[in-house]
Structure formats: structure tokens, C-alpha cells
């Protein structure tokens, strides 16, 4: 699904100070994946996130995806790819204050630049239902745990019916329990429908949790 071959990122500070974030780093994420990378805090792993999610381009390398070379597509390809192919999922909900459960989850369907062959109300209603708070629909965020958030938070990363979601530090915000139901959540969604989930974590027991762990430190892999 995902391929990366020889990539680096490097940051210039300033004129003379050069940062590698990643450094010729290669790997791979087929498809139906439930995978983790987990490193420590400035291990590259979020740089490594950004470019897999489509977010930031390598310095130098190729990132493809499903064999489409991504440094050959025109921004508007990639702004789709982006809405279309991936869904993201992130520690601070990111959820709209000012919009209810269901107007956040139905937000990526209002950009999409395609006709949906489905409707996106109809989904959004069967993921709150699925994630077991359908009641909460008229809700806005302030009014519901870091728990149900989190879950309104995975219903919009699905509303497009992504190939692949990526979950930056999903638990971090959430008690021990919590975290747990919202792991035992994404496991079920790449088990039953068959979605390639990759979770970027620096807690061993969250990555332990999936079937596949990539370990990366200084921006290198770690064979």
C-alpha cells in the first residue's frame, strides 16, 4: 500500500546548521496492516507520520502509493489523495468547537472533490451508531468525555472510507481504560473491515497492542 524507499528529511536550521529529521529510512505498509511506530520523543517518527499521511514531501527518497510515485502528482492530486485515501486520527481530538458531533464527522465529505457514491449522512449516522453513541449526535465536543470524543474523532476519519488511517498518539489524552476500549476500537476496524491502520505511539504498551511494530530512533529504523 504504502512504500518508502531511501527516504530523508533534512530541516536547515540556518545557513550553516542542517537537521536530519529521517535519514534514508525504507519501509513498507501493505495493505490491511495494523501497525505501529513507536520511537522517543524526537526519534523522527512524527516527521515520519507527515510524510506517510501525504502532509510534508522527502527531502529525498520516493513515497509511493499502491505504485504512484507522489512527487509526480500536481497538489490538487495530492489535497485528494489526502481527503480520499487516508484518514486521520490525532491525540488533541482536533474536533470544531462550534460544530456538533455530527457536522464534525460529516466535515471531510464537504470537501471531497469527487461525487460520493454513498451518502454521507447515512455513514456518519452508522459510525456513531457502530462506535455505540449515536445519542450524541447534536452534542458539541465540550459536552463529551475525552472517550466519546476520541470516537467522534475516528468517525471523521472514516466519513471518506479510507484505505488507511493513520493515529497519532490516539491515547495519549486518555486514562489507562479508556485508552484500551479506543485500541480495542481500532483493532476491530482493521479486523472486520479490513482498514490498514498505522499507529504512531512512544508507549510500548500501546504498540504492543498491534501486530506489527516499526522502531525508529535518531530517524533511522531500527532493524
Not at 145 to 166: D, E, F
Request: one cysteine or more; glycine letters at 6%.
Amino acid at each position: 500500500m504504502i512504500t518508502l524507499n531511501n527516504v530523508s528529511k533534512i530541516y536547515q536550521i540556518d545557513p550553516e546548521t542542517k537537521f536530519a529529521a529521517l535519514e534514508d529510512v525504507s519501509l513498507t505498509i501493505k495493505d490491511g496492516e495494523f501497525c505501529s511506530i513507536v520511537g522517543p520523543s524526537g526519534s523522527g517518527k512524527s516527521t515520519l507520520m507527515h510524510i506517510i499521511g501525504l502532509l510534508d514531501l522527502p527531502t529525498s527518497g520516493t513515497v509511493k502509493i499502491n505504485d504512484l510515485d507522489v512527487s509526480k502528482v500536481s497538489d490538487n492530486r495530492l489535497s485528494a489523495l489526502r481527503n480520499e485515501f487516508i484518514g486521520f486520527v490525532f491525540q488533541q481530538f482536533n474536533l470544531l468547537p462550534k460544530l456538533t458531533v455530527l457536522e464534525n464527522i460529516l466535515l471531510p465529505s464537504i470537501y471531497a472533490r469527487r461525487k460520493l457514491d454513498y451518502d454521507p449522512l447515512s455513514h456518519a449516522k452508522y459510525l456513531l451508531e457502530r462506535f455505540g453513541i449515536p445519542e450524541k449526535e447534536k452534542s458539541f465536543p465540550n459536552k463529551l468525555s475525552g472517550g466519546q470524543q476520541q470516537r467522534v474523532a475516528i468517525a471523521r476519519s472514516l466519513i471518506m472510507k479510507p484505505k488507511l488511517v493513520l493515529a497519532d498518539e490516539p491515547t495519549g489524552n486518555l486514562d489507562t481504560k479508556t485508552g484500551d476500549e479506543i485500541m480495542k476500537l481500532l483493532a476491530e476496524l482493521n479486523k472486520g473491515e479490513k482498514i490498514t491502520i498505522a499507529i504512531v505511539t512512544h508507549e510500548p504498551d500501546v504498540a504492543a497492542k498491534t501486530k506489527r511494530m516499526i522502531k525508529i530512533r535518531d530517524g533511522k529504523i531500527e532493524k
